[in-house]
């Protein structure tokens, strides 16, 4: 028996499947039945039913937990030994969603690399739902997720509330509102109720975030027109920038677009039941992990810059016809 041996199968125990786990592992089938052999032959029993697919025996399943904590472990220990030798070399494996790692790896990336450039980053792009177990099989050693419960394993760290704004370009409010947008906008700018605007059509979403707006909509008793329906809050972002229909867009996804927000779209923070609609970000590890100097760098550059993050102020009412007074884009700031 040794540690490859349990490496191995504890990747196959993720698959079922000897020619998938060998083709992500880079290595033969022949050479992961091997290892499999040799420790079916080190513990004198079955550890896997071939037939009528592949699936763990009671045995194998001791062995998995067995060969989790192995390997858990065997990280740990490379990890403390890099620490003693300072080294400052070693691999980070990060996992978010693609608008989220967009957004933070750029601020956080020059500083760390600045410091520690021997360290390997692996980026895992996936939806929430996927990156816990991920995190909880030793797969990743941080994941950022959304309105996550906790979990007895798991450290769970805030990061940020990520306020959800209801963005529409001026034109259109004016199309279905007339004079009375000026009114609607001044009351908006201080918490937007979707009952205000439900002539207008909608960017609706399929995702998290979408299944929390839908909310906002049944508390008001109201249907949303629906321009577009997609998985993809991007794709709305576009719609709205084109003044084709309004969307809602999270904090986290206007900061990282301030720059390309068109001048004439109004930002108002969506309100639930008489608060503020958003979402909780959280890091997630697993609490045995052992943290090196430079994994507790990373995530002491990642909260600094959720913090930062979380103090800029989004909302703004765009110009529009009338006196000067009225005819300002205030400024994002923080």
């Given at each position: 028996m040794d540690l490859i041996s349990l490496y191995y199968f504890s990747e196959l125990a993720k698959d079922l499947h000897i020619t998938r786990t060998a083709n992500r592992l880079f290595i033969s089938q022949q050479t992961l039945s091997n290892h499999i052999q040799r420790l079916e032959d080190y513990y004198g029993t079955k550890l896997l039913y071939r037939k009528p697919a592949l699936a763990l025996t009671t045995a194998g399943e001791f062995v998995l937990g067995f060969?989790?904590?192995?390997?858990?472990?065997?990280?740990?220990?490379?990890?403390?030994?890099?620490?003693?030798?300072?080294?400052?070399?070693?691999?980070?494996?990060?996992?978010?969603?693609?608008?989220?790692?967009?957004?933070?790896?750029?601020?956080?990336?020059?500083?760390?690399?600045?410091?520690?450039?021997?360290?390997?980053?692996?980026?895992?792009?996936?939806?929430?739902?996927?990156?816990?177990?991920l995190v909880l099989d030793g797969s990743l050693d941080f994941a950022i997720t959304l309105n996550g419960e906790e979990h007895p394993k798991l450290v769970t760290q805030e990061l940020?509330?990520?306020?959800?704004?209801?963005?529409?370009?001026?034109?259109?409010l004016r199309k279905y509102y007339g004079e009375a947008a000026r009114t609607l906008k001044g009351k908006a700018i201080q918490g937007a109720d979707v009952k205000d605007f439900a002539a207008l059509p909608f960017c609706i979403f399929e995702n998290r975030m979408g299944r929390q707006i839908n909310q906002?909509?049944?508390?008001?008793?109201?249907?949303?027109?629906?321009?577009?329906?997609?998985?993809?809050?991007?794709?709305?972002?576009?719609?709205?920038?084109?003044?084709?229909?309004?969307?809602?867009?999270?904090?986290?996804?206007?900061?990282?677009?301030?720059?390309?927000?068109?001048?004439?779209?109004?930002?108002?923070?969506?309100?639930?039941?008489?608060?503020?609609?958003?979402?909780?970000?959280?890091?997630?590890?697993?609490?045995?992990?052992?943290?090196?100097?430079?994994?507790?760098?990373?995530?002491?550059?990642?909260?600094?810059?959720?913090?930062?993050?979380?103090?800029?102020?989004?909302?703004?009412?765009?110009?529009?016809?009338?006196?000067?007074?009225?005819?300002?884009?205030?400024?994002?700031?923080s």
């Open positions: 060969a989790d904590v192995v390997n858990k472990e065997q990280v740990n220990l490379k990890d403390i030994l890099s620490d003693i030798a300072q080294q400052e070399r070693g691999v980070l494996r990060l996992g978010a969603s693609a608008l989220r790692l967009n957004t933070c790896l750029p601020a956080v990336l020059p500083k760390f690399s600045a410091r520690y450039p021997n360290v390997e980053l692996r980026i895992t792009d996936t939806v929430t739902a996927r990156l816990e177990p940020m509330d990520d306020q959800v704004y209801l963005c529409v370009a001026d034109s259109l906002c909509f049944d508390a008001s008793n109201i249907v949303p027109r629906t321009y577009m329906t997609s998985t993809y809050t991007q794709v709305g972002t576009t719609v709205c920038f084109q003044r084709l229909a309004a969307c809602f867009i999270s904090q986290m996804s206007l900061v990282s677009q301030r720059k390309d927000i068109p001048e004439d779209i109004n930002i108002f923070p969506l309100y639930y039941k008489g608060r503020p609609l958003a979402q909780r970000l959280s890091l997630i590890r697993m609490k045995d992990r052992y943290l090196s100097h430079y994994a507790k760098f990373f995530l002491e550059l990642l909260f600094q810059y959720f913090d930062g993050l979380e103090r800029v102020h989004m909302d703004r009412k765009a110009a529009v016809p009338g006196p000067p007074s009225d005819r300002c884009v205030p400024p994002f700031s």
